[in-house]
């Protein structure tokens, strides 16, 4: 047992007596055992392997809110293993005055602003777009917001100055920017029309809508027109085996976003959902083939004259196309789930058509008393030889975890 | 003799209620639940499994003229998340995602508790009333039985069979039914003291799907207050004052 591990375990043993009145608490701890696949190409062998096979993550949540304040502190933990102690990293998520002046609703501080419709994906959020389908994400951290809002009796219209942050592996880059949102509330359906623009002249248009059909029936969509947008690739033209990190922030002008999806809800308590979409953003399949094709060639070296370290060294830098959010263009999403009392099973597929690709997961939250839940997953990544997905350095994973939310 | 014959003369004669009387003894039946337009109402939900306490749950509910209702979920478990009903749309808003989804009217029968149980407060808005019996006695209370048919879309229950006590329109005791004819629940209604006034201050449902299963609803207070229209917006529910 790491020291880590036991510090963050009895301090979600010891909480109740850390609490004040009207905070609440949420602790959750998550192992996750991966299998990697050896065929991989990207599997490189120690000492040059950066991919861990068990991962530990803690994440401890301290939401206060009180008249008209709110405040989500985080402390989270993470890391393989093997590692003796985990650096345990404390952020501010939220921490946002909602007030009233001159007519409007006032929000001032950081805040998570979420304005998607979907759930595999959501093109509407454009102040911060999280990785919806990942079992083990941390808590959202918010923006730091000035928003001005007005609320009529059938819409809104929001107005947004935010500071915007683009993470990617190698730095975080910061840049202003406002946005506008104008939401209609109809009979059978909900409209939304957003727009972005940053303080280098991008620019970001789009609409959205959710509808309900029936007593059962609902179905949503969106499109998003960007001005431009950015990808982690590798530069064109660097050496087959670069000597520096070859990967940058290519930046593509103009493409537009797509997600139409459909859910049906049974009385019974399952539902059905299928959604599909198309994001620029991702790697395209001929992006995926030129560095399959690379990452082979690479490989290929090895024997040679060429240092081992370099190859892998070079390899590991391309496996990290893996860590986007999106990882193709187009994307079908099927999902069937059923809620429980207690048990709250789900099964997505999401298949990539382009090449045959698919990952599927499989999990099931339980409740234990009022405030406890434990979670298990399994993943499965897969599909036809040469898709994307079936080339992941990561062919199973199987997560269990637990959180414990308490109010005092 | 013609006394005897003019009794029985009476007992016989078919008892004809106009569809306004009913409909009169619907509205008072519904000021036992809600006597005042635009309240906010604190309620303990327990749920029983096989007569065992399984789960308690608390909710604060707003409800506002023009079939408007907010229910706040305040137990560990669930706090933070927030259900809207306006008319027979529909939103969820869940603390984690930051924003409010527009529901079918079946999600929310689905889950725990049924929050159309919950936050519906009065029936005569959605449906009409016709009596069906005009004597019946439940649990030892004479009773009138009426039927009550959904006029509107979104309705928990498409068809209610509700008994009233017939001297005082007391809701005694109810058979709820879904749009599929299902029998969902059948409610008993408790009568008490809330701010010096005879009220509803209970009801225990019967799950008719999940066998065993009851739900008992406790409400614990009523205050009249004035709810800002900006709360039945959708986008309202994200704000940090609606807690």
Same mark, same amino acid.
């Given at each position: 047992?790491?020291?880590?591990?036991?510090?963050?375990?009895?301090?979600?043993?010891?909480?109740?007596?850390?609490?004040?009145?009207? +905070?609440?608490?949420?602790?959750?701890?998550?192992?996750?055992?991966?299998?990697?696949?050896?065929?991989s =190409?990207?599997?490189?062998?120690?000492?040059?392997?950066?991919?861990a096979?068990?991962?530990?993550?803690?994440?401890?949540?301290?939401?206060?809110?009180?008249?008209?304040?709110?405040?989500?502190?985080?402390?989270?933990?993470?890391?393989?293993?093997?590692?003796? @102690?985990?650096?345990?990293?404390?952020?501010?998520?939220? &921490?946002?005055?909602?007030?009233?002046?001159?007519?409007?609703?006032?929000?001032?501080?950081?805040?998570?602003?979420?304005?998607?419709? $979907?759930?595999?994906?959501?093109?509407? !959020?454009?102040?911060?777009?999280?990785?919806?389908?990942?079992?083990?994400?941390?808590s959202?951290?918010?923006?730091?917001?000035?928003? &001005?809002?007005?609320?009529?009796?059938? !819409?809104?219209?929001?107005?947004?100055?935010?500071?915007?942050?683009?993470?990617?592996?190698?730095?975080t880059?910061?840049?202003?920017?406002?946005?506008?949102?104008?939401?209609?509330?109809?009979?059978?359906?909900?409209?939304?029309?957003?727009?972005?623009?940053?303080?280098?002249? *991008?620019?970001?248009?789009?609409?959205?809508?959710?509808?309900? +059909?029936?007593?059962?029936?609902?179905?949503?969509?969106?499109?998003?027109?960007?001005?431009?947008?950015?990808?982690?690739?590798?530069?064109?033209?660097?050496?087959?085996?670069?000597?520096?990190?070859?990967?940058?922030?290519?930046?593509?002008?103009?493409?537009?976003?797509?997600?139409?999806?459909? *859910?049906?809800?049974?009385?019974?308590?399952?539902?059905?959902?299928?959604?599909?979409?198309?994001?620029?953003?991702?790697?395209?399949?001929?992006?995926?083939?030129?560095?399959?094709?690379?990452?082979?060639?690479?490989?290929?070296?090895l024997?040679?004259?060429?240092?081992?370290?370099?190859?892998?060294?070079?390899?590991?830098?391309?496996?990290?196309?893996?860590?986007?959010?999106?990882?193709?263009?187009?994307?079908?999403?099927?999902?069937?789930?059923? @809620?429980?009392? #207690?048990?709250?099973?789900?099964?997505?597929?999401?298949?990539?058509?382009?090449?045959?690709?698919?990952?599927?997961?499989l999990?099931?939250?339980?409740?234990?008393?009022?405030? @406890?839940?434990?979670?298990?997953?399994?993943?499965?990544?897969?599909?036809?030889? $040469?898709?994307?997905?079936?080339?992941?350095?990561?062919?199973?994973?199987?997560?269990?975890g637990?959180?414990?939310?308490?109010l005092? | 003799?013609?006394?005897?014959?003019?009794?029985m003369?009476?007992?016989?004669?078919?008892?004809?209620?106009?569809?306004d009387?009913?409909?009169?003894?619907?509205?008072h039946? !519904?000021?036992y639940?809600?006597?005042?337009?635009?309240?906010?109402?604190?309620?303990?939900? #327990?749920?029983?499994?096989?007569?065992?306490?399984?789960?308690?749950?608390?909710?604060?509910?707003f409800?506002?003229?023009? %079939?408007?209702?907010?229910?706040?979920?305040? *137990?560990?478990?669930?706090?933070?998340?927030?259900?809207?009903?306006?008319?027979?749309?529909?939103?969820?808003?869940?603390?984690?995602?930051?924003?409010?989804?527009r529901?079918?009217?079946?999600q929310?029968?689905?889950?725990?508790?049924? @929050?159309?149980?919950?936050?519906?407060?009065?029936?005569?808005?959605?449906?009409?009333? %016709?009596?069906?019996?005009e %004597?019946?006695?439940?649990?030892?209370?004479?009773? #009138?039985?009426l039927?009550?048919?959904?006029?509107?879309?979104?309705?928990?229950?498409? %068809?209610?069979?509700?008994?009233?006590?017939?001297?005082?329109?007391?809701?005694?005791?109810?058979?709820?039914?879904?749009?599929?004819?299902?029998?969902?629940?059948?409610?008993?209604?408790? &009568?008490?003291?809330?701010?010096? #006034?005879?009220?509803?201050?209970? &009801?225990?449902?019967?799950?008719?799907?999940?066998?065993?299963?009851?739900?008992?609803?406790?409400?614990?207070? =009523?205050?009249?207050?004035?709810?800002?229209?900006?709360?039945?917006n959708?986008?309202?529910?994200?704000?940090?004052?609606?807690?």
């Open positions: 047992m790491t020291r880590c591990r036991l510090c963050l375990l009895c301090l979600g043993l010891l909480w109740p007596l850390l609490t004040h009145a009207g +905070v609440r608490l949420e602790y959750r701890a998550d192992l996750a055992r991966q299998q990697l696949d050896e065929q =190409m990207f599997v490189v062998p120690e000492p040059y392997r950066e991919l096979t068990d991962t530990q993550q803690y994440e401890l949540l301290l939401k206060y809110t009180r008249d008209k304040l709110r405040m989500v502190i985080a402390a989270d933990a993470r890391g393989s293993d093997q590692e003796t @102690t985990l650096p345990v990293q404390t952020r501010v998520d939220e &921490m946002v005055l909602d007030f009233a002046a001159g007519g409007y609703e006032w929000s001032v501080g950081k805040k998570i602003v979420s304005w998607g419709v $979907g759930y595999g994906f959501r093109p509407l !959020d454009i102040i911060q777009q999280e990785s919806r389908l990942q079992w083990q994400a941390l959202a951290e918010g923006r730091p917001v000035l928003s &001005m809002e007005r609320f009529g009796d059938d !819409d809104a219209d929001s107005w947004l100055w935010f500071r915007d942050s683009r993470v990617t592996p190698l730095s880059q910061y840049r202003n920017a406002l946005a506008y949102q104008h939401y209609a509330l109809q009979n059978s359906g909900d409209l939304y029309v957003v727009a972005m623009l940053d303080e280098y002249g *991008s620019y970001k248009l789009g609409g959205g809508f959710s509808q309900v +059909v029936n007593n059962n029936i609902e179905w949503h969509g969106s499109l998003l027109y960007l001005s431009d947008y950015e990808k982690f690739i590798r530069t064109e033209g660097a050496a087959l085996i670069a000597s520096s990190d070859p990967f940058q922030n290519g930046r593509y002008s103009q493409g537009t976003q797509l997600l139409l999806g459909a *859910s049906r809800h049974y009385a019974s308590g399952f539902s059905v959902m299928l959604e599909g979409w198309y994001d620029p953003a991702a790697y395209s399949i001929n992006e995926w083939g030129a560095l399959l094709t690379l990452s082979a060639q690479q490989l290929a070296l024997g040679g004259a060429t240092p081992e370290a370099a190859i892998y060294g070079n390899l590991n830098w391309n496996s990290r196309a893996f860590q986007a959010t999106s990882l193709m263009q187009q994307n079908l999403l099927l999902r069937v789930s059923y @809620t429980g009392e #207690r048990w709250e099973p789900a099964l997505f597929l999401l298949h990539a058509p382009e090449d045959g690709g698919y990952i599927a997961n999990s099931m939250v339980a409740e234990v008393g009022d405030s @406890t839940r434990l979670y298990l997953a399994w993943q499965q990544f897969g599909g036809q030889a $040469g898709s994307v997905y079936a080339q992941m350095p990561m062919q199973q994973m199987l997560s269990l637990f959180s414990l939310a308490g005092w | 003799m013609y006394r005897t014959f003019i009794l003369l009476w007992l016989l004669t078919p008892v004809v209620v106009s569809a009387e009913i409909m009169q003894r619907l509205q039946a !519904d000021s639940r809600q006597n005042v337009a635009s309240v906010r109402v604190e309620m303990q939900v #327990r749920l029983y499994k096989q007569k065992v306490l399984d789960k308690t749950r608390r909710y604060s509910v409800v506002a003229s023009g %079939r408007r209702s907010l229910v706040l979920l305040q *137990s560990a478990a669930e706090q933070g998340q927030k259900v809207l009903m306006r008319d027979d749309q529909f939103h969820l808003f869940m603390p984690r995602s930051r924003r409010a989804i529901i079918t009217p079946l929310k029968l689905l889950g725990e508790v049924s @929050t159309g149980d919950v936050a519906s407060m009065t029936w005569h808005e959605d449906y009409t009333p %016709r009596l069906l019996k %004597r019946e006695t439940i649990n030892g209370v004479a009773c #009138r039985l039927e009550l048919v959904s006029h509107r879309a979104g309705t928990t229950y498409a %068809r209610i069979e509700l008994y009233l006590d017939r001297l005082s329109d007391e809701p005694v005791y109810a058979r709820l039914y879904l749009h599929s004819g299902k029998l969902a629940k059948q409610a008993s209604y408790k &009568m008490g003291e809330m701010d010096g #006034r005879r009220m509803v201050v209970g &009801m225990t449902l019967l799950d008719g799907i999940k066998a065993g299963q009851s739900t008992e609803v406790s409400y614990l207070s =009523m205050t009249q207050v004035e709810i800002p229209d900006n709360y039945f959708p986008q309202y529910l994200a704000r940090s004052v609606l807690h």
